[in-house]
């Protein structure tokens, strides 16, 4: 790691001298390193992000995506946050595999309506081989249409990333959601290896990867800083990286949990700029509930890709016509 550190101004907050004097990004970021971003005062935080962003991308270009569930609820896992999992009592109404022509359908209006990219998402733990089927068939025809195709389907078996790849697949979503010390208050169906295995056998067949987390499920800055740097420190940090805004439902274990201040939403994204400089990250879920001048320090912060569309996969997002009148005031173009 390179580093120019001239500490001659003797100021009391040296650990923040040395984060801004660094000329170059650490090839493995220690978690201190995030925390002593995140403790950076929020302008000197912003102007380091905003200068990160400006030599990686296009600054006033957003990607966007939408996204479809194609099959909902009846999950089994017990994701705290989840309100698809079938054991937690919420008002989502559990629905088959949808069909193929109904997929294209909203790929085909996805398209007209601006998105470059469409993600389908399914509550599943992991496909079966007959599940996988004919989301193999959706992904062919849905990159037929031109767009770009990203599917989040849960754990992948030994096969099933290949087929994937060979159907046409540009984008596998799988997150890590938090830090590795409190997955286990959030989800214990699945382990945190588990969820990096999955994320092996896409890397392995050359799919990009996007993964990312949750922020304001209870945990602390310092385990904010812990899944930026577990995502960062990746052999290939991914390509796309989600952060979400908890949203909480009704139902779910962690439904009335104390809220997240906005600026430490927006610290974040900005850390995920600053250790992921060539990453697309993308301001996710919770923008429903986000003031638009928060996203708008968001965007400032580095972060570059939104879904678009009324709907995530069960909860509300911005309406399209919303989100195009904030691009407009901001000069956002779409990418
Ligand atoms: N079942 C698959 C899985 O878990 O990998 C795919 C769908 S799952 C709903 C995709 C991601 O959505 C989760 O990993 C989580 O990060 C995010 N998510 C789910 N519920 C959320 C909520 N209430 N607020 C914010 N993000 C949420
Ligand atoms: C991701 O990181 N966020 C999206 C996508 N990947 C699949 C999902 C957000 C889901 C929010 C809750 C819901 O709508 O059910
Ligand atoms: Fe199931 Fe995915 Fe929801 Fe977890 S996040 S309960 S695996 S749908």
């Given at each position: 790691m390179q580093e120019s550190v001239i500490d001659i101004r003797g100021l009391d907050n040296a650990e923040r001298i040395k984060v801004q004097l660094r000329t170059e990004a650490p090839k493995r970021w220690q978690v201190d390193d995030i925390v002593a971003l995140f403790e950076l005062p929020f302008a000197d935080l912003m102007h380091r992000a905003q200068s990160i962003h400006r030599e990686n991308f296009d600054p006033n270009g957003v990607q966007v995506s939408t996204l479809l569930s194609i099959k909902t609820g009846g999950c089994s896992?017990?994701?705290?946050?989840?309100?698809?999992?079938?054991?937690y009592h919420t008002d989502v109404e559990k629905q088959d595999l949808m069909q193929l022509e109904e997929v294209l359908a909203a790929a085909r209006a996805a398209k007209e309506n601006g998105a470059s990219r469409f993600c389908m998402g399914a509550a599943w733990r992991s496909p079966k081989q007959r599940d996988l089927e004919p989301v193999l068939k959706m992904i062919q025809e849905v990159k037929a249409m031109g767009l770009e195709t990203c599917a989040t389907l849960g754990m992948l078996k030994d096969g099933q990333a290949e087929q994937l790849k060979e159907a046409g697949l540009d984008y596998y979503n799988h997150n890590l959601d938090t830090a590795p010390e409190y997955y286990g208050d959030v989800i214990t169906t699945r382990t945190y290896q588990d969820r990096l295995d999955t994320l092996e056998r896409v890397r392995e067949q050359d799919i990009n990867v996007c993964c990312g987390g949750i922020i304001g499920?209870?945990?602390?800055r310092v385990q904010r800083a812990g899944l930026l740097a577990q995502l960062a420190n990746m052999e290939r940090p991914p390509e796309s990286v989600p952060i979400n805004l908890l949203t909480q439902v009704e139902?779910?274990?962690?439904?009335?949990m104390d809220e997240l201040d906005p600026f430490e939403f927006v610290r974040t994204i900005a850390a995920a700029r600053i250790t992921m400089p060539q990453s697309f990250v993308r301001l996710s879920a919770g923008r429903q509930s986000m003031h638009e001048g928060i996203q708008a320090l968001c965007f400032l912060a580095g972060a570059n890709s939104i879904f678009y569309g009324e709907k995530l996969l069960t909860t509300d997002n911005p309406e399209a016509e919303t989100d195009r009148k904030l691009f407009d005031k901001l000069g956002i173009h779409p990418l």
């Amino acid at each position: 790691m390179q580093e120019s550190v001239i500490d001659i101004r003797g100021l009391d907050n040296a650990e923040r001298i040395k984060v801004q004097l660094r000329t170059e990004a650490p090839k493995r970021w220690q978690v201190d390193d995030i925390v002593a971003l995140f403790e950076l005062p929020f302008a000197d935080l912003m102007h380091r992000a905003q200068s990160i962003h400006r030599e990686n991308f296009d600054p006033n270009g957003v990607q966007v995506s939408t996204l479809l569930s194609i099959k909902t609820g009846g999950c089994s896992e017990d994701c705290g946050y989840c309100p698809q999992a079938a054991r937690y009592h919420t008002d989502v109404e559990k629905q088959d595999l949808m069909q193929l022509e109904e997929v294209l359908a909203a790929a085909r209006a996805a398209k007209e309506n601006g998105a470059s990219r469409f993600c389908m998402g399914a509550a599943w733990r992991s496909p079966k081989q007959r599940d996988l089927e004919p989301v193999l068939k959706m992904i062919q025809e849905v990159k037929a249409m031109g767009l770009e195709t990203c599917a989040t389907l849960g754990m992948l078996k030994d096969g099933q990333a290949e087929q994937l790849k060979e159907a046409g697949l540009d984008y596998y979503n799988h997150n890590l959601d938090t830090a590795p010390e409190y997955y286990g208050d959030v989800i214990t169906t699945r382990t945190y290896q588990d969820r990096l295995d999955t994320l092996e056998r896409v890397r392995e067949q050359d799919i990009n990867v996007c993964c990312g987390g949750i922020i304001g499920m209870g945990e602390s800055r310092v385990q904010r800083a812990g899944l930026l740097a577990q995502l960062a420190n990746m052999e290939r940090p991914p390509e796309s990286v989600p952060i979400n805004l908890l949203t909480q439902v009704e139902g779910t274990p962690m439904y009335g949990m104390d809220e997240l201040d906005p600026f430490e939403f927006v610290r974040t994204i900005a850390a995920a700029r600053i250790t992921m400089p060539q990453s697309f990250v993308r301001l996710s879920a919770g923008r429903q509930s986000m003031h638009e001048g928060i996203q708008a320090l968001c965007f400032l912060a580095g972060a570059n890709s939104i879904f678009y569309g009324e709907k995530l996969l069960t909860t509300d997002n911005p309406e399209a016509e919303t989100d195009r009148k904030l691009f407009d005031k901001l000069g956002i173009h779409p990418l």
